[in-house]
C-alpha cells in the first residue's frame, strides 16, 4: 500500500514562501495523478493544485494562482507544493493525495480522479 509523508510546512508571516513536499515510503510503480487540498479553519477541504500522471498538465484554484507552483521529482518519487507570497488566509491544514490512474491528461476529482492515498497533513500558519 502507498503511503505518503509530508514535510515543510510551518508558521511564516505574511509574504513568506514555504514549500510543501510529499514523499512516497516506497517504490511506486503505477501512475498517479497528484494533488493538493487544504482545509481552513470553519471551511470545507479544497482543491489547491494537481498534476496529472505524465506531468504535463496541472490545475490550480483561483485563490493560488499565480502564487504556487506544482511540481514533482520522478527519482526521488516526491511532489511539490512552492508557495509564494503567502496570505493569512491561505492557513490550514495540507494534505498531498495521489490518485492512481491509466489516464495521463487531467488530475481533477470532479472528473472521477479517485484520491485515495493521503499524506498526514501539515499545518501552515500565516500570521504576523
Known amino acids: 500500500q502507498l503511503r505518503l509523508v509530508e514535510s515543510g510546512g510551518g508558521l511564516v508571516q505574511p509574504g513568506g514562501s514555504l514549500r510543501l513536499s510529499c514523499a512516497a515510503s516506497?517504490?511506486?510503480?503505477?501512475?498517479?495523478?497528484t494533488g493538493w487540498f487544504r482545509q481552513a479553519p470553519g471551511k470545507e477541504r479544497e482543491v489547491v493544485s494537481c498534476?496529472?500522471?505524465?506531468?504535463?498538465?496541472?490545475d490550480y484554484a483561483d485563490s493560488v494562482k499565480g502564487r504556487f507552483t506544482i511540481s514533482r521529482d520522478i527519482p526521488k518519487n516526491t511532489v511539490y507544493l512552492q508557495m509564494e507570497n503567502l496570505k493569512p488566509e491561505d492557513t490550514g491544514i495540507y494534505y498531498c493525495?495521489?490518485?492512481?490512474?491509466?489516464?495521463?491528461?487531467?488530475?481533477?476529482?470532479?472528473?472521477?480522479?479517485?484520491?485515495?492515498?493521503w499524506g498526514q497533513g501539515i499545518q501552515v500558519t500565516v500570521s504576523s
Open positions: 498534476m496529472s500522471s505524465s506531468g504535463r498538465s496541472t
Open positions: 493525495a495521489w490518485a492512481a490512474t491509466s489516464r495521463a491528461s487531467d488530475c481533477r476529482p470532479e472528473l472521477g480522479y479517485d484520491y485515495k492515498y
Open positions: 516506497e517504490f511506486t510503480s503505477r501512475y498517479y495523478a
